[in-house]
């Protein structure tokens, strides 16, 4: 059984930066993708982020230049780094990876921008 841990939410000011963790832990060979996605309450799920095995990213338009995805593959670990945050993007974010055929979701943790 795979899980996803995720950490770093939390409150910033506008125009402030935020790193979110994500730790996959269980008995795997390779993990294929890893992405995070962010969600508002009475909206969609977005994807915000993504990077494949072998390192290609791509980026929600609208975090491109501010948010970085990153990997250590030794700690199977995937990182957000997220700056100059916006009020609009307080939401809960959610690690997603994707392992051997199946996908997993980490349990989401809150990031809140205020004005």
């Known amino acids: 059984q795979v899980q996803l841990v995720e950490s770093g939410g939390g409150s910033v000011q506008d125009g402030g930066s935020l790193k979110l963790s994500c730790a996959a832990s269980?008995?795997?060979?390779?993990?294929?993708?890893m992405a995070w996605y962010r969600q508002t309450p009475g909206k969609q799920r977005e994807l915000v982020a993504v990077i494949v095995r072998g390192g290609t990213t791509n980026y929600a338009d609208s975090v491109k230049g501010r948010f970085t995805i990153s990997t250590d593959n030794d700690k199977n670990t995937v990182y957000l780094q997220m700056n100059s945050l916006q009020p609009e993007e307080t939401a809960v974010y959610y690690c997603?990876?994707?392992?051997?055929?199946?996908?997993?979701w980490g349990q989401g943790t809150q990031v809140t921008v205020s004005s």
């Open positions: 269980g008995s795997f060979f390779s993990i294929a993708t």
């Open positions: 997603n990876e994707r392992i051997q055929g199946l996908e997993y």
